[in-house]
């Protein structure tokens, strides 16, 4: 087994057990279902571009549905994975369209679309949501404003590394830079409270 694949089903068994030890925070399990289809089904099927294919198209759906769900609950959705999610999106609309300038972007940069999704989102939801890019509501509305803004700053270092890294393969270009922006961002809100 190869380390994306085992990275894959180790997410998932560590979801099951967050879930199992505490289901009031279904919410936020469900959140990783679209990234968790999309490295097992690209990894199941041998990374080609059918597997690509499949890997996007399933996570585009999977996002579109637990989207729905979160957002009839009134749940604010994790603005990381929002732009991990428009990051799916988009990969779907270009295999489904055929849009060669999605597909050549994607192709030609392993973290730059991923990163570059998460900084739009973060962009948009730093300027236009109350909750700020670190999605939470507090009532220190510029508290919120001031740890999105550098949640923001974190996410365009993380998409420069990730450019410029991106020789380096996925560990060092987009795995280890997004688990460094979750730390920020987890770190950002407790600092709020």
């Known amino acids: 087994m190869d380390l994306f694949l085992g990275l894959s089903f180790l997410v998932l068994l560590v979801l099951g057990y967050f879930f199992y030890t505490n289901p009031s925070q279904w919410h936020y399990y469900l959140r990783w279902v679209p990234a968790s289809a999309f490295m097992i089904s690209a990894r ?18 999977f996002t ?16 990381l994975m929002l732009g991990v999610n428009l990051f799916f999106l988009m990969g779907a ?7 060669d300038a999605i597909l050549e972007w994607y192709s030609a940069s392993k973290g730059g679309p991923f990163f570059g999704c998460i900084v739009v989102v973060g962009l948009l939801s730093t300027l236009f949501t109350q909750y ?3 999605g939470v509501r507090h009532k ?24 410029r890294a991106d ?6 270009s987009v795995v280890i830079p997004f688990i460094l922006l ?5 770190q950002l809100v407790r600092q709020m409270d």
């Open 64 to 79: 579109v549905f637990i989207f729905m769900i979160l957002s009839r609950q009134g749940i604010i959705y994790d603005r």
């Open 44 to 61: 199941a099927y041998g990374m080609t571009d059918e597997a690509w294919s499949t890997a996007f198209i399933l996570a585009g759906f």
């Open 140 to 163: 220190n509305k510029q508290a919120v404003q001031y740890a999105s803004f550098l949640l923001f700053a974190a996410a365009v270092i993380a998409l420069i590394w990730s450019v």
């Open 182 to 186: 979750r730390v920020i961002r987890d």
């Open 93 to 99: 609309y270009g295999f489904l369209s055929g849009n």
């Open 132 to 134: 700020g890019f670190v």
């Open 167 to 172: 020789e380096q393969g996925l560990l060092i």
